[in-house]
Each structure stands twice: as structure tokens, then as C-alpha cells.
């Protein structure tokens, strides 16, 4: 669980090193990120004149929320502190209060840009929660259960074979992902134009230690979607329940590894792609939603799909 | 009291009296003509005309009323264009357009602390006016986002005003001034030295734009010719700000559509070409090189080697850049179709530039009425596109940056010897007064001038392109989402600092 909290600013200090290395930059270091995170924590916090209690508390449930769905996931084992809940629709329920949360907040202040990010967002969420949720049924269909330790396992044993609807699954998650941590072409994690956002425009009036928790936040969010990604559609080399101290470390090491493969993945993948107009966002998530849907579907027809 | 004044060059200037001036605006707004400057001073006011050929007589006609009491009547009651211009001389030299549909103060914030600090006897400013009355918008489930003038980027103070209807834009309503310097205040009085170096600053990245089109203005009016070898280095300054310019508009355009890889590529051609303008005129910006009578630096062999260098590594590497722009899909989704300006308007408002060029308007002072040294001998084409939206703004920088690398092949091909500056000597005991146009990157700068009889500044007016360029904006991002409009802004990327002089 603490692991989750340690490796995310490294992941992605990583994207970032990539990307701007791809534009022939240095980039800022790798650590960057927990710099970050120790200055906006020594930061004194700024508070608009009418944010309410609401606006103060949302950074922490937002982080708290975001946190327990990471730790959910089986990173590199099974059988892991929390795996016994971790159940995929408890998790995306997790993230839905992470996000109406945030939204809410945005809100609270009553500034035009909250407003704006906050209907942007929830267009997004609209269409992304549905697709993850055919996703999770795709999934839940083939390994019978939506308990993710159960999943991992089943994946990683040999009676899963080549399944289509699993290939649908795999391309409508990476779609909800991307979306999900609000990256090109969905959204600009490095934009400085307030009229184009969408994430940024939620905490555009946050400051301090509750900018570091929304901070923090979003980069649990991009460990757990790639773990998540990881362990059930790559999951050789998960130690299993029990395993020896040398499974744990062979998995930990595997789990970092297939982590920065991600994350060059989707800085390759944001270099060279510019960004949607917000209202194709829909079609780009519905395309999500329909593989999501197809693979159901197909899996209703016939269980060897 | 009409007829023309002596003493005027290159184009005559003409006194009119009231229906003279009255006739010539409704000419504007029947579209016979162009507006291309309205200006003022404490009695009297100026308007010149472009005529582009529609007529028997095509040149620039600048006509002058005279308005003692200050009240003269309004063009921008018929045509728009003017609109600003008029809001501009009330507040700078409290003049009173009759007439004029919008009264609200443009550059004046009510914070100089002087009311129409140009006028015969200045006021004193009034106590900070109470808030600017944003043009009212009514209806059901609109909303107002208000943006700037501090922006998120290290650009220019502007302030935009959205009504919208959830994503979509009803309304933009700009308010800009925040960058008044006092430019035209400053001229009065100023010896020629002086002027020159506030006119390269009016914007600072059409400085030799600017510089050309002062040192021109001088020239014509003391009836003077900068020596050849100075005329042809001011061209092949102007191509190089035009080629930094552009390629820095073009990766930066990218760069709002979220694709950072172009701003990266484009930043560094640009770098190169402002590093070698250090290297060859002593300044990345070439500020102040262009001076009345002539240049101030000269070319010399190793700078010439060094262009030559310049133009074999943008040559090399900017293609795969134009390639990468047209091959990459989802750019292309961004600005085909977005922020169009239809050609009637462009027309209408005199837009030059690549806000002209994109909807068809064909204006490049370096071409229109003859041009001007050195560029009636230069060839070159004046790229000219229909749709007017995002892209075609795009694709006029492109073609313009290969123009601009053809044309300064040609010049370091043809580049005469000689000396680069001729003294001038402004003290002509008589009033002098002189006009220039002069190609910028963003389209054509004008200037106006009068000297006195010692050679100083009596009046001069500087108009930025921007000035036709600001309300097309307003106009291209109608009906366009709100999350579009900052790359309309950058295609258009007018100029803040020249417009609030």
C-alpha cells in the first residue's frame, strides 16, 4: 500500500522525463515530483473568501478515496494485505466518489473554470464509468469473479487462451485510462491555458498541502490504471499467496518494470497525437463503451469467445 | 478651406469639408476602398484611403477636417472598422465623434490620471471610473467566463469576455489597452533619434517592420533616398523577423492543439535564426538597425556565410516539419474548420496579414500600389488562400516562410555595395510631413508623421496591423467552442503592445 504511495510521483516524474526528452528537451529529473510534493506541503494554503468546508475536506477524501482503489489492486502478488475487498466494482466505485467529490468542490467557489472543468468532467465520466463497467463484466464473465486476486490467478494460469472479448476489454480499458488520468489527447496535464482544461480547470484554485493531496492523487491514479492494466491483462510473475520473500521481490521488480513500460507507452503515445476538441471526447469514449459492450455480448453468445 | 497640402509625401492629402469627409465614409461603407488609417490631432482629424484599383486612380488618398471645436462626424457610425479608432482619438485627444454607436472609453482604464492627454489643454483624470460596461448579453442558460488580462503563459495582458451557451460561444467581447505606453505622446517633441527607437519599440516583434516604415516616412518627408545597399539590408531584415515570427507561430499554434512536438522543432529553427540575426546586425530582435537615412550596421562576409548556413538548415529541416503538420490527423481535426473569417469581413475591416491572406484578401504593402524598394525588383509570390480558418492561417505562414527563404536567397545574391546611411539634415526651416507602409509579419504597419521646422517630431501616428485584426477575432470564434479559442488566438496572434501603443 505504501509502495503504490512511493512509486507514483517516480512514474511520473518518468512520463514527463520521456516526453521531454521525445521533444529533445532535458526535462526536469526524475525526482521532481517529490520535490513537488515536500514544497506544496510547506506552502500555505490560499482559500477563496466563499469556499465553504467542502472545498477544504475534498483534497483528502479525494486522496484517501484514490489511495485505498491503488491498494486494491494486486500490484506484484496475490493474496496481498487488502485483496480479500478488492473487488473491481467496489474500486470503480472508489474512483466515482473520488471524482464527484472533486467536481463538488470545483464547484464550491463558484469560479467560471471550476464550473467549466467540472462539466467537462462529468461528460467524461458519463461515458468512461459505463465502458469500465461493461470492461469489468467482460472480465468477470471469463474468470468468475470480480475479485481481482481471483482474476490475476486465473489469468496467469493457462485455462485462458486467446479470447477476442479479451482484446476488446484490453483496448477499451486503455482508452478509459487514458481519459481517466486526463491525458492527451483527452486532456493537457501540461497546459497553461485555463480554457482548454479540464482536470486542471477543477483545482485551478487549489494551493498548498491540498494541491499536493489533489497532486498526489492523480498520480495514484496513473500507477493504479497501469497496475490494474498490468495484473489482469499481463499478470506472468505475480508472486502467489505464500510465495518465498524471493517471489515478492522477482514480483515487485517485474510490477516496476511493466510500470515504466506504461509510462513510456503513454508518453510516446501523447508526443505524437495532438488533442481532441472536447466534444469528440464522446465519440472517442464511446468507442470504449461499444468494445466494452461487444465483448459482453460476445461472450454471452458463446463462453470461448 | 479645401485643397491639397503642400509638403505631403509620398501620396497628396487633402483638406474636405464636412460632407467632403461624410461622402468619404459612406464610400468606406459602400466597400469603395479601404480604410487604413484614422487618426487624430488636437484640431483636426486624418482618414487615409487605399484604393486598390477599384477606381480610375488607385494610390492612397489621406483626407484632413478640420475641427476646431473638437466635434467631427463619426465614421464608424457607417462603417465598423473605425469603431476603435474613433474611441481611440476621444480618448487621447478628447475629440467627439458625432455619432459614434459605442461611446465607451478603449485605451483610457481611467487610470493615467490625465483625461485625453493629447489635446490642446489636457483634463484632469477623473477619480477611477466606475466598472467598464461589458456589452449586455440576454438569455436563457448563458453564462460569462471572464478571462485575463494576467494569463496563465508569458504572453500580453488582454481581457476576454465569453457569453456562452454550455461549450459554445455566443459572444467575445475583447477589452485591451493594458499596454498603453504613451507612444504618441512621447513622439511630440522628440528629434528624430528618439522617435526611431520609440517606433522600433511599439511592438517589439515587428521591430524592423516598424523601424522601415518610420525611416521611410522620414525619408519621404525630407524628400531624402536611403543609399541602395541600406534598403536592400532593411529587406533582408524584415524577412528574417518575418521567418522568426512565423516559425515561432506556427510551432506555437501546435503547441495549443496540445502537440508539443512541433513548438519543439519550430523553437529551435527560430532560435537559429534569431542567434544568426545576433551575429550578423548585433542584436537577436535587430531593434534600432534600421534608422532614418539608412541602416545602422552593415553586412559583412562572414554574416553573409553565416545566412547562407541559416537558409541550408531551415531549407533542410523545415519541409519534414510542413510534411509532419499535413500527415498528422488529429492537428488537422483541430483547425480545419475552426475560428473561420469570412472573406466579405476581412475585406470590410482591411485585415492584412495572414488574417487577410487565409480569406482572400490579396494586400501586401511589399506588392500593392508599385511597392516598395527593394521588392519591385525581388520576386515573390503573395500566397493566397479561401477558407479562412485555422489552418489556412497556417498554411499562409508556411508558404510565406518559404517565400521569405527564397527572398533572402535572392538578396544575399543581388545585395549592392556601397555605404548602408546617408546624414540627414531634418532642420528644413518649413513643415514637413510624410506617410510609409511597411510589411510586418502580421500584415501592414502605417505610419504618419510631421516634422516641424527644427526637424522634430510635431505629430506622429503609428497604426499596428492588429488594429483590423482584434475585432475579426470577436468575430471568428462566434459559434465555435470556448475550448477552441486559444488557438484561434495564436493563428491570429495579434498584437497587444502595438494596438495599445
Redesign the interface.
Known amino acids: 500500500m505504501f509502495l503504490v504511495l512511493l512509486v507514483a510521483p517516480l512514474l511520473t516524474g518518468l512520463v514527463r522525463k520521456v516526453?521531454a526528452r521525445?521533444?529533445?528537451?532535458r526535462g526536469p529529473p526524475l525526482l521532481q515530483p517529490y520535490r513537488d510534493l515536500r514544497r506544496l506541503l510547506h506552502k500555505e494554503v490560499v482559500l477563496a473568501e466563499n469556499a465553504s468546508w467542502l472545498f477544504r475536506v475534498a483534497p483528502y477524501l479525494v486522496f484517501t478515496a484514490t489511495w485505498v482503489a491503488a491498494a486494491l489492486v494486486p500490484t506484484f502478488a496475490t493474496g496481498l494485505l487488502f485483496s480479500w475487498t478488492g473487488d473491481l466494482i467496489a474500486i470503480i466505485a472508489l474512483l466515482a466518489t473520488a471524482r464527484f467529490l472533486l467536481g463538488l468542490a470545483a464547484l464550491d467557489i463558484g469560479t467560471?473554470?471550476g464550473?467549466?472543468g467540472a462539466?467537462?468532467e462529468s461528460l467524461i465520466a458519463s461515458l468512461a464509468e459505463p465502458a469500465t463497467i461493461m470492461i469489468v463484466f467482460t472480465i468477470a464473465l471469463i474468470a468468475g469473479s470480480t475479485q481481482l486476486s481471483h482474476i490475476a490467478a486465473f489469468m496467469a494460469s493457462e485455462d485462458v487462451g486467446l479470447r477476442v472479448s479479451l482484446a476488446f476489454a484490453l483496448v477499451a480499458l486503455v482508452i478509459v485510462a487514458i481519459a481517466e488520468n486526463a491525458r492527451?489527447?483527452v486532456d493537457?496535464p501540461?497546459?497553461?491555458?485555463?480554457?482548454?482544461m479540464v482536470h486542471e480547470a477543477m483545482v485551478l484554485e487549489y494551493s498548498g498541502r491540498h494541491l499536493a493531496m489533489i497532486e498526489a492523487a492523480a498520480w495514484v491514479k496513473l500507477v493504479f490504471h497501469l497496475s490494474l492494466i498490468a495484473c489482469i491483462f499481463f499478470p506472468f510473475g505475480l508472486a502467489q499467496n505464500g510465495g518465498g520473500l524471493v517471489a515478492y521481490a522477482m514480483g515487485a521488480g517485474l510490477w516496476l518494470l511493466k510500470l515504466a513500460a506504461g509510462g513510456v507507452l503513454l508518453a510516446m503515445f501523447e508526443?505524437?497525437?495532438?488533442?481532441?476538441?472536447?466534444?469528440?471526447v464522446p465519440g472517442f469514449l464511446g468507442g470504449a463503451l461499444m468494445l466494452g459492450l461487444l465483448a459482453t455480448l460476445l461472450l454471452f453468445i458463446s463462453g470461448s469467445f | 478651406m479645401t485643397g491639397t497640402v503642400t509638403h505631403h509625401r509620398p501620396w497628396p492629402r487633402r483638406m474636405v469639408d464636412m460632407a467632403g469627409w461624410e461622402r468619404a465614409a459612406e464610400r468606406l461603407a459602400a466597400g469603395q476602398g479601404t480604410l487604413l488609417a484614422l487618426w487624430g490631432e488636437p484640431d483636426c482629424v486624418h482618414m487615409a484611403i487605399l484604393d486598390e484599383g477599384a477606381s480610375a486612380s488607385p494610390g492612397i488618398e489621406v483626407l484632413s477636417l478640420a475641427c476646431p471645436d473638437g466635434r467631427f462626424p463619426s465614421v464608424g457610425r457607417v462603417h465598423a472598422a473605425a469603431i476603435r479608432l474613433e474611441r481611440t482619438m476621444c480618448d487621447l485627444f478628447g475629440l467627439d465623434p458625432v455619432g459614434l454607436p459605442d461611446t465607451r472609453p478603449w485605451l483610457d482604464h481611467g487610470r493615467w490620471g490625465v483625461a485625453a492627454p493629447l489635446s490642446a489643454v489636457p483634463r484632469p483624470g477623473q477619480e477611477e471610473s466606475s466598472a467598464y460596461p461589458f456589452l449586455p448579453v440576454e438569455g436563457e442558460d448563458l453564462h460569462e467566463v471572464p478571462v485575463g488580462p494576467v494569463h496563465a503563459g508569458i504572453i500580453e495582458p488582454g481581457h476576454f469576455r465569453f457569453t456562452c451557451d454550455g461549450e459554445t460561444v455566443v459572444r467575445l467581447e475583447e477589452r485591451l489597452g493594458y499596454v498603453h505606453k504613451g507612444t504618441e505622446s512621447l513622439m511630440r517633441g522628440a528629434d528624430l533619434d528618439r522617435a526611431a527607437r520609440l517606433a522600433a519599440r511599439t511592438s517589439g516583434d515587428s521591430t524592423v517592420a516598424y523601424g522601415i516604415a518610420f525611416a521611410r516616412a522620414v525619408e519621404a518627408a525630407l524628400g531624402l533616398e536611403p543609399p541602395p545597399r541600406a534598403v536592400w539590408l532593411r529587406a533582408l531584415m524584415a524577412e528574417l523577423e518575418r521567418l522568426a515570427n512565423h516559425l515561432g507561430d506556427f510551432g506555437a499554434i501546435c503547441n495549443d492543439a496540445s502537440f508539443v512536438l512541433m513548438l519543439a522543432h519550430c523553437a529551435m529553427l527560430r532560435e537559429r535564426v534569431l542567434r544568426t540575426a545576433m551575429a550578423c546586425f548585433g542584436h537577436r530582435l535587430m531593434m534600432d538597425r534600421v534608422v532614418p537615412g539608412g541602416v545602422a550596421c552593415d553586412l559583412d562576409a562572414q554574416g553573409v556565410a553565416a545566412l547562407r548556413a541559416l537558409l541550408a538548415e531551415i531549407g533542410k529541416r523545415f519541409p519534414p516539419l510542413v510534411n509532419l503538420y499535413d500527415n498528422t490527423a488529429s492537428l488537422l481535426d483541430r483547425t480545419v474548420t475552426t475560428g473561420i473569417v469570412k472573406p466579405e469581413l476581412a475585406r470590410r475591416f482591411g485585415a492584412g496579414g495572414h488574417v487577410g491572406r487565409a480569406p482572400r484578401r490579396a494586400f501586401d504593402s511589399r506588392r500593392a500600389l508599385g511597392g516598395y524598394p527593394p521588392y519591385d525588383s525581388l520576386r515573390f509570390e503573395v500566397p493566397v488562400l479561401e477558407e479562412g480558418d485555422v489552418n489556412a492561417r497556417v498554411w499562409i505562414r508556411i508558404r510565406e516562410i518559404e517565400q521569405s527563404l527564397a527572398l533572402v536567397a535572392q538578396i544575399l545574391d543581388t545585395l549592392p555595395d556601397g555605404p548602408v546611411r546617408v546624414p540627414l539634415s531634418p532642420a528644413t526651416g518649413e513643415t514637413r510631413e510624410g506617410m510609409a507602409l511597411a510589411e510586418a509579419f502580421r500584415g501592414d504597419v502605417f505610419v504618419w508623421l510631421r516634422l516641424d521646422a527644427e526637424g522634430r517630431i510635431a505629430r506622429c501616428h503609428l497604426r499596428d496591423p492588429s488594429w483590423f485584426q482584434w475585432p475579426l477575432l470577436e468575430a471568428a470564434i462566434e459559434d465555435n467552442i470556448i475550448a477552441d479559442f486559444p488557438l484561434c488566438n495564436k493563428s491570429f496572434n495579434c498584437s497587444y503592445s502595438g494596438h495599445d501603443l
Open positions: 516526453k521525445l521533444q529533445r528537451r467560471s473554470f464550473g467549466i462539466s467537462r492527451i489527447p493537457n501540461a497546459t497553461h491555458l485555463e480554457l482548454t508526443t505524437s497525437i495532438a488533442k481532441m476538441r472536447v466534444f469528440r
